[in-house]
């Protein structure tokens, strides 16, 4: 059973943005490290972003300075906003998160994230 959803996917032009978010009715994703992964057709599945419990953040370099991930812990919620999308940002895209506590690290390692969502499609066109 899958304890996250993602949403927010859509087809954008190039120089485009969209916001994703990540929910789940079952966990305080305010104790969690979550991240962001995405997957293109016939590729790996590769991290875009994360955010640690305490705030830090990662980013992988072909996104750094134009996706932002971020909570919002009134709401529970996790979003990445992608700004200036290419068309080699197509891609499904993942939220993961792992319980973590004060300090903890997961960075963009998929395999330190036990809980994954059905993924959102991001489709840019050029």
């Known amino acids: 059973v899958q304890h996250l959803v993602e949403s927010g996917g859509g087809s954008v032009q190039a120089g485009g943005s969209l916001r994703l978010s990540c929910t789940s009715s079952?966990?305080?994703?305010?104790?969690?490290?979550v991240a962001w992964f995405r997957q293109a057709p016939g590729t790996e599945r590769e991290g875009v972003a994360a955010?640690?419990?305490?705030?830090?953040?990662t980013y992988a370099g072909a996104v750094k300075g134009r996706f932002t991930i971020s909570r919002d812990n009134a709401k529970k919620t996790l979003s990445l906003q992608m700004n200036n999308l290419k068309p080699e940002d197509t891609a499904t895209y993942y939220c993961?998160?792992?319980?973590?506590?004060?300090?903890?690290?997961?960075?963009?390692?998929?395999?330190?994230?036990?809980?994954w969502g059905q993924g959102t499609q991001v489709t840019v066109s050029s």
């Open positions: 993961a998160a792992d319980i973590c506590g004060r300090g903890g690290v997961r960075g963009l390692s998929g395999h330190l994230y036990p809980d």
């Open positions: 079952k966990f305080n994703l305010n104790l969690y490290c």
């Open positions: 955010i640690d419990r305490d705030g830090p953040t």
